[in-house]
T-cell receptor, first 116, second 110 residues
Framework: EAGVAQSPRYKIIEKRQSVAFWCNPI?????LYWYQQILGQGPKLLIQ????????DSQLPKDRFSAERLKGVDSTLKIQPAKLEDSAVYLC??????????????FGAGTRLSVL | GIQVEQSPPDLILQEGANSTLRCNFS?????LQWFHQNPWGQLINLFY???GTKQNGRLSATTVATERYSLLYISSSQTTDSGVYFC????????????FGTGTRLQVFP
């Protein structure tokens, strides 16, 4: 079974530029999450989707961050414009919302963003 | 909001040693997971354990929900066990939003 796919693996941009990250969850996983992990800290949830609807985006800085999951499968996370403090690893995770595997989240390898 | 604290923050072991990692949380939870983040940054789910005890090879975990803590045991540690171990909890039945702890950084030397 293929895992959660993310791209790119690394991205370096200058502040005020825009950047987008892509995530393809495990096949059949209806729930998709985007996390931000700053160096030395645990991941922090930015947004959670159930199919193509948003379940929780309370910690998403909506003035500069946006995310979509138009067809309920792939998702993109965008930052526009980027700030220095956005330097972090952006992790995508997915889970199957029913049965014994409910709530077990599987993570992708992440995208490491450096804002200069 | 809920607080999740892990101890110790850092742990250095020689190969073959055993260790216990602890996770304390400040409120009742309906979801608790242990993750290993390897040196390349990949987060691997080790256990889904909101209560009770589970074992998987050299790893085992116990959560005592009434006392609000969980323990991760690593026996006969290997260099490949190195990395950061995170405990993560969820408190709401409406969302499975995970709150991650501060992590324990483990280094295992040959």
């Amino acid at each position: 079974e293929a895992g959660v796919a993310q791209s790119p693996r690394y991205k370096i941009i200058e502040k005020r530029q825009s950047v987008a990250f892509w995530c393809n969850p495990i096949s059949g996983h209806a729930t998709l999450y985007w996390y931000q992990q700053i160096l030395g800290q645990g991941p922090k949830l930015l947004i959670q989707f159930q199919n193509n609807g948003v379940v929780d985006d309370s910690q998403l800085p909506k003035d500069r961050f946006s995310a979509e999951r138009l067809k309920g499968v792939d998702s993109t996370l965008k930052i526009q414009p980027a700030k220095l403090e956005d330097s972090a690893v952006y992790l995508c995770a997915s889970s199957f919302p029913q049965g014994a595997a409910k709530n077990i989240q599987y993570f992708g390898a992440g995208t490491r963003l450096s804002v200069l | 909001g809920i607080q999740v604290e892990q101890s110790p923050p850092d742990l250095i072991l020689q190969e073959g040693a055993n260790s216990t990692l602890r996770c304390n949380f400040s409120d009742s939870v309906n979801n608790l997971q242990w993750f290993h983040q390897n040196p390349w940054g990949q987060l691997i789910n080790l256990f889904y354990i909101p209560s009770g005890t589970k074992q998987n090879g050299r790893l085992s975990a116990t959560t005592v929900a009434t006392e609000r803590y969980s323990l991760l045991y690593i026996s006969s540690s290997q260099t490949t066990d190195s990395g950061v171990y995170f405990c993560a909890v969820a408190v709401s039945y409406n969302t499975d939003k995970l709150i991650f702890g501060t992590g324990t950084r483990l280094q295992v030397f040959p």
